[in-house]
């Protein structure tokens, strides 16, 4: 059974596709990161599967619980982070634990325990008495996600956790989302930006207008845009044929003097590292002097664009 | 990293989550408890919400008062007053509006949805915590009137049913502000939405005036209206003359108001912010 089964799901606002048959499986205990520019249908499909809308077609499953048939039962599993930080801004961080807490009927000594493990795990110990009004961004954002986590859910969804945060907070925000996937929770988190997708999920899902456009863990999506390129500069261009020769064996294409050059060429290698020693010893071996060796990694930026021809940030066409 | 299998020891018994009167009334108690904590940290805005009907009870009494004159009252107060109350705790109901267009925009009835919690205890705990602020209103608003001569007429059961009949009304409207507050949404709309119609309703009733001094098509509309039925129970209660039918009427209003818009409400909650 997985964490979270979801298939063709479809939900429209008038004119609106935002879900367009959406499929989206999330193995238990991992993090799961749906990366999609703006609209692409990422608040939606935490909706639906949060319980908080219903879809027009389509299934979806939280911890086996349908989340159509069954909401009140999912609701006993799952935490949610909006993208907006709902917290009660006139109650103090410990008040605003507390409250979710009552919400689940804990036993009075409990209600008081578990905020106050929370705000301790969250760093929040000093700010526990202060009104959540006078809070930064990062500590709001980190109240928030402290308040979905009372009832330990086995399934976290966070919708853009880190939008808006500074760079330290975001950082800081990470590590809690690392810590709780170490500890077995399922994670789904919704981001715009990839890096972070790159950093956290162990799988990635891409949508774009309703749908998912790709799948895998950062290293496959990267692989599907032909993957790293390495690109070596020889000193003496006689040396140019021998250099290709000997790099040919870890390359995954043709070896190819860049354009213009005679001593500088490029070739696509399998991602995931290792191969910069390689490319080195093999060209030393060969007796290729080698003047400089550097390796490509695409980013995410570049898988999106390669995928729908547009940036994950602007919406503007790039080429065809 | 790799996919973990340890299970997560969830606080809460997913085969069994709450449900039944019981903790539908424990939840609907919390959140009527978070608004209430919320009241005394926001002054201003108490202070500014009974200005209002303590300017409305001087302004009145002090403008009109020496002008207009009602068959069978010897003061205009012991006449206006009681219309002032009925529309201050009806203009009252307008911070549920309000309060859930802001809830509903932060994102906080979001969160309350996705928690296994009755859908209904949300809505009941607002309304009945806009009841608690719309009494402490109305009580300072009593006291001012005092101040200004106005005197219950009959006993103080009377004057206390008088109260009462105001609240229950004050907390039926206080249903179809919820229903207008999840209906709009933003927050600046609702404060407009939420008020707007109740001058009509408020001021073509008999709350100021005798209705028998307006227009044809007006009066027709102003004997009709449950504003004019409720205020004409509430002064004659508060004045010690018999409301006759018009009590009962005005509770049956009430409870009518309170029983269709709570479903409506309760039921654009459960779907509700498509
Ligand atoms: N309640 C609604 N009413 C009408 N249209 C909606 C509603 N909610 C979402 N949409 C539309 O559906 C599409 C998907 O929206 P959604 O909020 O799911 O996107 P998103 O990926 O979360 O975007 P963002 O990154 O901006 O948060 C958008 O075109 C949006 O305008
Ligand atoms: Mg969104």
Redesign the interface.
Known sequence: MHAIEAHGLTKTFGETRALDGLDLVVPRGSIVGVLGPNGAGKTTAVRVLTTLLRPDGGTAHVDGIDVVADPRRVRTRIGLTGQYAAVEERLTGRENLELVARYFHLPPDRIRGRAAELLERFDLVEAADRQANGYSGGMRRRLDIAMSLIAKPSVLFLDEPTTGLDPRSRLGMWDVIEELGNEGTTVLLTTQYLEEADALADSITVIDRGTKIAEGTADELKDQIGGDRIRVSIADPANAERAKAALAPLATGPVELDAGSTTTMSAPIRAGGGVVPQAIRALDDAGADVLDVEVRRPTLDDVFLTLTGRRADTDTEVGA | ???????????????A???GIG?AL??AW?EAR?HL??IP??PELLVFSTIQPVMFVLLFNYVFGGSIQIPGFDSYEQYLMPGIFAQTVVFGSSFTAVGIAEDLS???I????????AQSSVLVGRTLSDLVRNAFTFVVMLAVAFLVGFRFGGSLLGALGATALLLFFSYSFSWIQAFIGLSIGSVEAAQSAGFIWMFPLTFVSSAFISTDTLPGWLQAFADVNPFTVLTNAARALYNGNDPGNELWLAIAWATGITVVFSTLAIRKFA?A??
Do not use: K
């Open positions: 990293m790799t996919a973990t299998e340890t299970p997560i020891d969830t606080l809460i018994d997913v085969d989550p709450p449900s903790p424990a939840d919390t978070r904590m919320v940290r926001n932060r994102g906080l979001d969160r309350l949805r996705s928690l296994p919690i779907r912010t498509g």
